[in-house]
């Protein structure tokens, strides 16, 4: 029963991921930065203190009395990170919510299972696996050809987007994806799904955090809560400094305060937005608590996001106009992925 209740949390916040961008295409007549850095205030300063407030009272006592190695990390992990959301947004603004999903989270699914091992080889730590240990067994070398399988499934839907590219006419791009651009969407994709996978190891390291709660007294389905606190500080101080060098240079602080536009509108489908991104992880936590193994739980997560992300690129009708080759080409892309994403979470259960 803990199983099925940790797979359920998953679902939620997977849908919860996989959905959350879908507000920001409701908000009008503002430049990306400007109604990212709002949802992102929501995301990332505001929002994660209020459910751990909720969840766990005692949350700042626990924050306060953490040593100062744990604060560092888990902040350092969640800057990376930073990157990766921040590049995030990018990714599906120029390949739109099927592409750019499957892109950056086949990516995210691959390298979130390998960052912790790769860097408890150099800094071991007991109980942790390290890189060695994934090359030497059964259970790691599966995890390991689960990694190369996503790399190859990510290539597969990169394929897909070429042919999309070819199969369609300029028009047509734009009605599917407005600002539709394969290379530099791939570019940022890429290298957001490689930044965002510090996020699993930022809870990692503010594992003592979750620890303390639970000692605490406080319910260990929640425990997570407390280290996303400082972890999303992490986060918000990468997309805030880009954002207001983005208003700067595109002259878009106008925007805040701009009343051709529907303000009250955009302020809160990017809150809306802001809010439902959070929830993935608080949903991520609950989940987790029940499956126990943070590997495992961070393929499951990722797999419900790609599967709901495409869900929305079909509603939307990314896809469509394009030849039934180029359609196969990108179904065959996501079975990959997922199969990936099964054969890691199979080798991280086996251990």
């Known amino acids: 029963m803990q199983i099925i209740f940790g797979i359920i949390f998953h679902f939620i916040g997977g849908f919860a991921s996989g959905s959350f961008y879908?507000?920001?295409?409701?908000?009008?007549?503002?430049?990306?930065?400007?109604y990212w850095i709002i949802g992102g205030l929501f995301s990332w300063l505001i929002v994660p203190p209020l459910a751990?407030?909720?969840?766990?009272?005692?949350?700042?006592?626990?924050?306060?009395?953490?040593?100062?190695?744990?604060?560092?990390?888990?902040?350092?992990?969640?800057?990376?990170?930073?990157?990766?959301?921040?590049?995030?947004?990018l990714g599906v603004r120029y390949l739109g919510m099927s592409l750019g999903n499957s892109v950056v989270l086949g990516f995210c699914?691959?390298?979130?299972?390998?960052?912790?091992?790769?860097?408890?080889?150099?800094?071991?730590?007991?109980?942790?696996?390290?890189f060695h240990d994934l090359l030497s067994t059964s259970w790691g070398r599966i995890v390991l050809a689960g990694v190369v399988i996503c790399l190859l499934g990510i290539y597969i839907c990169g394929k897909a987007g070429m042919m999309k590219e070819n199969d369609l006419p300029d028009?047509?791009?734009?009605?599917?994806?407005?600002?539709?651009?394969?290379?530099?969407?791939?570019v940022v994709a890429i290298f957001s799904g490689i930044m965002s996978a510090c996020f699993n190891f930022g809870i990692e390291a503010g594992k003592p955090m979750a620890e303390a709660s639970v000692a605490a007294g406080f319910n260990p389905l929640y425990q997570n809560n407390v280290t996303y606190v400082v972890l999303l500080w992490g986060g918000l101080s990468t997309n805030f400094?880009?954002?207001?060098?983005?208003?700067?240079r595109n002259k878009s602080f106008g925007d805040y305060a701009d009343r051709k536009t529907p303000l009250t509108k955009n302020y809160l489908f990017s809150a809306l937005a802001g809010a439902t991104w959070f929830l993935q992880f608080f949903f991520y936590g609950m989940g987790e608590s029940k499956l126990g193994n943070g590997a495992s739980s961070w393929i499951l997560h990722?797999?419900?996001?790609?599967?709901?992300?495409?869900?929305?690129?079909?509603?939307?009708?990314?896809?469509?106009?394009?030849?039934?080759?180029?359609?196969?080409?990108?179904?065959?892309?996501?079975?990959?992925?997922?199969l990936s994403v099964l054969l890691v979470g199979i080798g991280n259960s086996m251990k």
């Open 22 to 34: 879908m507000p920001y295409k409701k908000v009008k007549g503002w430049h990306w930065e400007s």
């Open 52 to 89: 751990a407030w909720l969840t766990i009272p005692g949350f700042a006592e626990i924050i306060s009395n953490t040593s100062y190695e744990t604060i560092k990390y888990t902040v350092f992990f969640g800057v990376l990170w930073g990157f990766g959301g921040l590049t995030y947004g």
């Open 109 to 130: 699914s691959a390298f979130g299972a390998l960052v912790p091992s790769i860097y408890y080889n150099f800094y071991p730590s007991t109980g942790k696996t390290t």
């Open 171 to 186: 028009e047509e791009k734009k009605k599917s994806v407005e600002e539709f651009s394969l290379v530099k969407g791939l």
């Open 241 to 248: 400094i880009w954002c207001m060098i983005l208003n700067a």
């Open 302 to 338: 990722m797999a419900f996001i790609i599967l709901v992300a495409n869900m929305w690129g079909i509603t939307l009708k990314e896809w469509k106009g394009v030849s039934n080759k180029t359609r196969t080409t990108f179904t065959i892309g996501i079975i990959t992925i997922i």
